[in-house]
């Protein structure tokens, strides 16, 4: 297990202000005059935030620390590579402890839950439960001398457990997930204005990092949501593996790209807003529709710097899911059929986003200039 330090992020702000200031003046970002170069858009910058340490399980598995448990095990993989067994052996033992908790979190569905949520609440405990087991089992072998090494520690703490612990973010609450909702974005922007001054390396960084928002969003969604994410960040992962391959000085145009898992992101939160609202959670929807519009708005800036179909209905949705979602937070009446109006909108944008370049899927396009 490896770790690395990224630069200093700000401290924790209240909720709603993040996603406002989210919408706050744009800044454009810069990159250098290269031939062909890909260039980033601009972005709406505020007091969102990305992470400021990670964790690499391995080259592609990367995992922001974004709220305490994330950031116990940060600590404890630091440190088993510095030696300090004593403390490693504490740190995994409170992530247990936690794991355990979120288990049972897990299971508190509401009475009016289907058959299909109850299953998978069942199977999200289990794996939250088997990921606590593991944690504790590591524990307690660090402290009889058994485990010494971090290549010693996976073993135990395998990649299978690494799957299971982003199980967690179906049960965490906006306060995990909200401040970091836009860091997609930021990492798709510095790996465009990497990929213009030719910084290969630094850009496949960036994208990986990226990636890792994109896998911690996917396990709490399901559905089409599930298989766009899962599709963006295949793709992103066929870039990294494409990489050395490429000629030096080609062109890598990945505007679609990077449009293509914002809009997902888009998707997996519409979803959780609809959820939400179904549940009659209106602040936890209204969070995920302010979400939705912001990630959408986002995969547009870049489709712009693309050719591809008209964006009206896209831009309809991401208007539509940022006003209600201030509507929701602000506590005003909503009808049914403005949520239905809002859903109709992203279903108009995903046929807009499936054309194009004349693809089936574009959330599985790659570009052109590879093949």
């Not at 982003?166 to 790996?191: E, I, K, T, Y």
């Amino acid at each position: 297990m490896r770790t690395d330090t990224i630069g200093p992020g700000p401290a924790a702000n209240d909720s709603l202000h993040l996603l406002r200031e989210a919408e706050s003046d744009a800044v454009a970002h810069e990159a250098a005059s290269q031939p062909a170069p890909v260039r980033a858009p601009r972005e709406r910058h505020g007091t969102t935030h990305a992470a400021r340490y990670w964790i690499r399980y391995d080259d592609a598995t990367w995992t922001p620390v974004v709220d305490t448990l994330s950031g116990r095990l940060y600590e404890a993989w630091t440190a088993v590579g510095a030696g300090q067994l004593p403390r490693a052996a504490e740190r995994f033992r409170w992530v247990g402890a936690a794991l355990r908790q979120h288990a049972l979190k897990a299971t508190q569905y509401d009475d009016g839950a289907t058959a299909a949520e109850r299953k998978l609440a069942q199977l999200v405990s289990w794996r939250l439960a088997s990921a606590a087991l593991r944690a504790g089992m590591l524990a307690t072998r660090i402290e009889r001398g058994r485990v010494r090494s971090i290549a010693e520690a996976r073993q135990i703490f395998d990649a299978l457990t690494w799957l299971d612990l982003d199980r967690r973010w179906l049960v965490v609450g906006p306060g995990a997930w909200l401040p970091v909702c836009n860091s997609a974005q930021r990492h798709f922007m510095a790996a465009a204005g990497q990929l213009a001054r030719l910084h290969r390396a630094n850009a496949i960084e960036e994208v990986r990092k990226a990636s890792g928002y994109l896998r911690l969003e996917a396990a709490r969604v399901s559905g089409y949501a599930r298989l766009a994410l899962d599709a963006a960040q295949a793709d992103l992962a066929w870039f990294t593996s494409r990489h050395p391959q490429l000629p030096p000085a080609s062109p890598l145009p990945l505007q679609r790209q990077f449009g293509a898992a914002l809009f997902a992101l888009a998707l997996g939160h519409r979803n959780r807003a609809s959820q939400a609202w179904l549940r009659q959670d209106c602040t936890g929807a209204g969070y995920e529709f302010l979400a939705a519009g912001a990630s959408l708005g986002f995969a547009l800036r870049w489709q712009a710097q693309a050719p591809g179909p008209s964006s009206v209905q896209a831009t309809l949705a991401a208007d539509s899911s940022r006003a209600l979602g201030r509507r929701l937070l602000a506590g005003e009446h909503v009808e049914r059929s403005d949520v239905l109006r809002v859903v109709q909108d992203f279903s108009a944008a995903a046929g807009a986003y499936q054309s194009l370049a004349g693809k089936a899927d574009a959330l599985g396009m790659r570009p052109q200039a590879w093949h």
